[in-house]
């Protein structure tokens, strides 16, 4: 028997206008549809997917912990990828869908290391986050000798403080229970003015405003653009 292909799709940061036509396309053709999901069963990436998911597919929840402890994610993944292995073996195709782009920051990385020795593999990229806050805010990322940085959050204040200081534009993403740390390290580098504030990018309940105007608290997808204003686009 063929093995089946095991699809790892990128939906895009949020809005499904912005899932590519070849996802939708493979997403609407395959068998078996697989994502990830909270804990609770709730799932961004099968939101997003909704509309291209077929009534007759078979759909693989695989249900991801959200904790800093890394055992029982990689648990997880390792009974996520067992399921869709056994799909694959027994001939069927399945679709992995991912928010944002599967291979920036997106679990089915994780999914793709376990499974990738022993099956066929194809990675459809997506529109990420850091592109669709930059579109929102209409604020260019780079260009010429610029070079962008893509933070994520959780790096310790100091390590956090020094990248953004040798960086010439910076992308913080995952804002989320980290809000304040970035806001004391621009505060100490004198960039708060240089730095936007984008959440849920994309979304009907988007927003974004100057970091000096943020909220108070912030979602997991949000995330803080800083451009040091040496604009060579101006």
Known sequence: MTSGTLYGIGLGPGDPDLITLKAARLIAAVPVVAYPTLEAGDSFARSIAAGFVPAGAQELPIPIPMTTDRAPAQAAYDAGAAAIAAHLDAGRDVAVLCEGDPFFYGSFMYLFSRLSGDHRVEVVPGVTSVTACAAVVGQPLSAR??????????????????????????????????????????????????????????????????????????????????????????
């Not at 990248?163 to 989320?176: N, T």
């Open 145 to 234: 000798n610029e070079v962008l940085t893509i933070l994520p959050c959780s790096l310790h204040e100091p390590e956090l403080k020094a990248r953004i200081e040798a960086a010439s534009s910076v992308a913080i993403i995952k804002v989320g229970r980290h809000l304040n740390k970035i806001r004391r390290v621009l505060g100490d580098l004198s960039l708060i003015g240089h730095a936007v504030y984008v959440e849920r990018a994309t979304l009907p309940n988007e927003c974004y405003a100057p970091l000096a105007e943020a909220p108070e608290k912030a979602p997991y997808f949000s995330m803080i653009l800083v451009s040091r204003g040496k604009d060579p686009w101006l």
